[in-house]
């Protein structure tokens, strides 16, 4: 390393203590770690328990699911996926309003490395004015990944797995997890409850179960896969027909959704996959797949209603 990191003891303190500088760079290969790290970080942010974090009350749980508002992962975009200047824009315009629920609001950059150059030059102008209510918390490979202007106004750390393991361990981040199902094998009464949830238009119940779904590679491709079928299926039903060996529930939900609602939850599902093919985060990927998708069948529920 060019310079100094600090190790994992010294991060679990700050995180207990919460005396964490206002921006924290994490050097590590191991991702989906990370990504848990950030929920830990983002818990003792948040939680509204006495002994911080529980990973149980409401405000952690959100963390959990990836829907406290308080909680930011700013987003990529654009072919190459990457962190833009104008999503730094936006998160400079909001710096100074106030957090909605928690006492201070932080943000999360999983693959700061894909910060375009203008991007990090905007970041660093934001890290250059610590704001007391504000976090960053960033993510990446290696030193040589961000423009040094920007890790020096950073606080750092090289984590392996060993230390990530043993930051899980003193905080008790395993015994207290919600939503984990880990390795367990993905089974028919899941893709039902999977299933249900779309055909109630229960968006909570729906983000539950398709990031529990995608803590496993398997789970997560068999879950988009069945989704993506159900819908293709639907189109298959209201377009030919070809209608007598599909299954009750294409059947009834058909008369639920459009021809071009349907064409957009399949676009969205094929989106979903490409992204996770690309390893964009799990988490990031479960929450914006289930946002779109409610926001498209709260539009069909809508016009059902008013039927
Ligand atoms: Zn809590």
Redesign the pocket.
Known sequence: MLFKTKNSIELITAIKSLKLSHAVLIYSDEERRQDDLAKIVS?RV????NN??????????KVELGIHPDVIYPEMSGTKLVFSIDEIRKIKAKIHVKPNEADSKIYIFLHAHKMTHSAQNAVLKVLEEPVSDCLFFLFCKSSFDLLETVTSRCSKFFLEKSDFEEIFRVLNYKSHRILRVGTEKFNEDFSEKVFNSILNFDEWELLKLVSQSFENKDNEHLILNKILGFFENILIYKNTDKKQNLENKVQSFSDTVSNSDTIKIIALTNQAITYRKRNIFQSIVATWFCANLYKILSTCRRKVLNN
């Open positions: 818990c948040v939680c509204t328990s911080k974090p529980c990973f149980k009350c409401k405000a952690c749980k």
